[in-house]
């Protein structure tokens, strides 16, 4: 293509060399990477395009070959069981030239997205889960309305006033702690940095000799860089919670929580019914329909045909396209598709509810979803511990797909990590939420077996970007001549 557009302008013969430029993970943090394949989920459901899985296998042959081959491949998923049979065909061509390295990366664990579907579905609750939720986060920047940032006086001077950009990355210290917390623990969190912030500044005061004057000069611009910093993380949270102070945003929160407890979801849901007749956005109906069905394991035939009915009539009928996209998806479909129910046991046996979850200093995972613990943090968790996959073996039954526990053979020349580094690669297949890192970020931090982590992903999603790549659009071409 590139070529092409070269030949089109007839600039093609300015160039003596064309060579590709192979980008796999490209690294968004210190332990976030990411693939930037939004369409993989699409793909590995509803077309059977492992394109995505092959790039997938790729970049992590390109990290085993800078970090060493993986002793330990932990997975679960369909997708996960093709990466696996993938990057040990790779090592096989290329044994050749295998480079003798010592393992630094104890574990890779392979989650397949359709392991746990609830949780991108589910809105987030931590800080930098919100701002996706509600603003979009694209590349770490994220727009906010530029009126935020602006003072009264800056207000009255301008009158065209663009949106801003921010980049939301660990180089902000402030925005470093604040991305994982709670949005109920930013407030008392941003106070508490504001008062920190003063009392250094008022150190000014309290110098009385050239010594100390040089020591608070030597930290004025960290303090500057951090009152700004604070300014600004301020003004965001502010426009979050104009948003999420919404009746509308807190009703949908409480029928998520009802649904993901199973609570009536085998029957027609009053308020999902209330919002089709709104025409509220589709993808906020999708999204509770959906968990409703999950949780459900399964909604019954003359369920899921009342909500098709009332959608496509309010929504149009080219969503017939985007029902069949979902149900190849696993995200709708009828209980004589799933007899068994697995929801309900995994719900109760790896404790994904939880009860009066303490937000502000948190003690379990579910602090992100303020009650809901993301099913694929809790099988890392089990993972990678050594009683774990014995455990494991028993809810394997209840997931999708299969699960396995694989060894790669090291040549004689490669050592094998001591067991007390225990540094495992997380690589999410089919898309990764803001809300499943921040989880991991925590579990590393309370390990039982002091494990850190680096998280890979296609793509980092959230439930809106999930469904944008389901949704059929609509267009004029689809609709017949007598709606017109």
């Not at 690669?425 to 494990?451: D, I, K, M, W």
Request: charged share 25%.
């Amino acid at each position: 293509m590139c070529t092409q557009r070269l030949e089109k302008y007839n600039i093609i013969g300015e160039f003596k060399n064309i060579l590709e430029l192979e980008l796999d993970l490209i690294p968004f943090d210190h332990d976030l990477l990411t693939l930037e394949y939004p369409l993989g989920f699409k793909e590995m459901c509803t077309e059977l395009d492992d394109s995505c899985l092959y790039q997938v296998s790729r970049s992590l042959m390109s990290l085993q070959s800078y970090f060493g081959f993986f002793p330990n491949i932990i997975g679960i998923g369909p997708s996960a069981a093709k990466v696996n049979k993938m990057i040990q065909r790779m090592r096989k061509e290329g044994a050749a030239h295998e480079k003798p390295l010592t393992p630094r990366i104890e574990n890779l664990v392979l989650i397949d997205r359709r392991v746990d579907l609830i949780s991108p579905l589910s809105t987030q609750l931590t800080y930098e889960g919100l701002i996706d939720e509600l603003f979009g986060i694209r590349n770490n920047t994220a727009t906010f309305p530029g009126r935020s940032f602006l003072s009264e006086e800056e207000l009255a001077q301008q009158e065209d006033i663009k949106p801003k950009q921010i980049l939301l990355t660990s180089n902000d210290s402030i925005y470093n702690t604040a991305r994982d917390l709670n949005f109920n623990a930013l407030g008392p969190f941003l106070g508490k940095k504001a008062k920190q912030i003063s009392a250094a500044y008022n150190e000014k005061n309290d110098a009385k000799s050239l010594q100390q004057l040089k020591q608070f000069v030597s930290k004025l611009p960290h303090m500057q860089a951090e009152r700004k910093s604070l300014e600004i993380q301020t003004a965001i949270a502010g426009l979050v919670k104009n948003k999420i102070d919404n009746r509308d945003f807190r009703h949908t929160l409480g029928i998520e929580q009802v649904l993901r407890e199973g609570i009536e979801v085998d029957r027609i849901n009053e308020d999902i019914e209330e919002m089709i007749y709104k025409q509220e956005p589709l993808k906020k109906v999708l999204r509770l329909l959906c968990i409703q069905c999950i949780a459900a394991d399964g909604l019954k035939p003359k369920v899921i045909e009342f909500y098709k009915r009332e959608i496509l009539q309010s929504y149009g009928y080219h969503h017939l396209i985007t029902f069949d996209r979902l149900e190849k998806c696993g995200l709708l479909y009828t209980q004589e598709k799933t007899p068994k129910k697995s929801y309900p046991i995994l719900r109760s046996t790896l404790n994904l509810t939880v009860n009066n979850v303490n937000e502000r200093e948190p003690n379990d995972i579910a602090y992100v979803h303020s009650g809901y613990a993301p099913l694929t943090v809790r099988l890392v968790n089990w993972m990678t511990q050594r009683s774990g996959l014995k455990y494991l073996a028993d809810m394997v039954k209840h997931l999708p797909g299969p699960a396995f526990n694989d060894h790669q053979k090291l040549s004689t020349t490669q050592d094998r990590l001591e067991h007390s580094d225990n540094h495992t690669l997380v690589y999410f297949l089919g898309g990764c939420t803001y809300a499943e890192v921040s989880a991991l970020r925590f579990l590393a931090q309370h390990h039982p077996n002091n494990a850190t982590f680096t998280i890979a992903t296609t793509k980092l999603i959230n439930g809106n970007s999930l469904l944008d790549t389901l949704i059929e659009p609509c267009s004029k071409d689809t609709i017949p001549d007598f709606l017109t």
